[in-house]
C-alpha cells in the first residue's frame, strides 16, 4: 500500500458513495487508476466492503478504544500517513505532552482489538503505547 492507496482510502472513509470520477479529481490522477486501485485493495482484502456509519450508540457490537502513542524522533509523518490507512483507525489527533498521537480504534470484537494494538505497536518508529477501553458514552 502506498501513499496514493491511503489517500484513496481517505476519500473512501469521508464518502464511501463518492464516484470515481470525483475520487480520481480529488487525487489528481486517472479514472483507470482508481478504479484499478479499488479493485486490487477489494482484492487483497484491504477493502472487505462499504457500509453504514452509525453513532456509537448504535453501534453496539463494535468494541472501541484510544491509544495513545509515542513516535520516535521526527517520523511523526510517517507513522501518520500509515495510521490514516489503517480502516480500524476512526480517527488520529495529534497532541502535546507526552503522547504525540491519539488513535480512536473501532473493532468487531476484543480479539480484533488486540490485532490492530498489536499491528500499530509493531510499526517502526512507535516506542510506546497505552490503550484504554471506551467503556460508556455519554456525550458526542
Do not use: C, F
Not at 500500500?1 to 464518502?15: E, F, N, V, W
Not at 480502516?87 to 482489538?113: F, K, Y
Not at 490485532?115 to 518508529?125: A, F, G, K, M, Y
Amino acid at each position: 500500500m502506498d501513499d496514493l492507496d491511503r489517500r484513496l482510502i481517505g476519500l473512501l472513509r469521508t464518502d464511501a458513495r463518492a464516484t470515481i470520477a470525483a475520487l480520481a479529481k480529488s487525487l489528481g490522477v486517472a479514472r483507470g487508476t482508481v478504479q484499478n486501485r479499488i479493485a486490487k485493495l477489494e482484492e487483497g482484502g484491504t477493502i472487505a466492503g462499504y457500509t453504514v456509519r452509525l453513532k456509537p450508540q448504535a453501534d453496539v457490537s463494535r468494541v472501541s478504544g484510544v491509544m495513545t502513542i509515542a513516535v520516535e524522533g521526527n517520523h511523526l509523518e510517517r507513522v501518520v500517513r500509515t495510521l490514516r490507512g489503517d480502516p480500524s483507525v476512526s480517527a488520529l489527533h495529534s497532541t502535546n505532552g507526552r503522547w504525540d498521537l491519539v488513535a480512536e480504534l473501532r473493532a468487531d470484537s476484543l480479539e480484533a482489538l488486540d490485532e490492530v494494538i498489536n499491528r500499530i505497536r509493531s510499526l517502526q518508529s512507535i516506542t510506546r503505547t497505552e490503550t484504554s477501553l471506551l467503556l460508556s458514552t455519554y456525550k458526542l
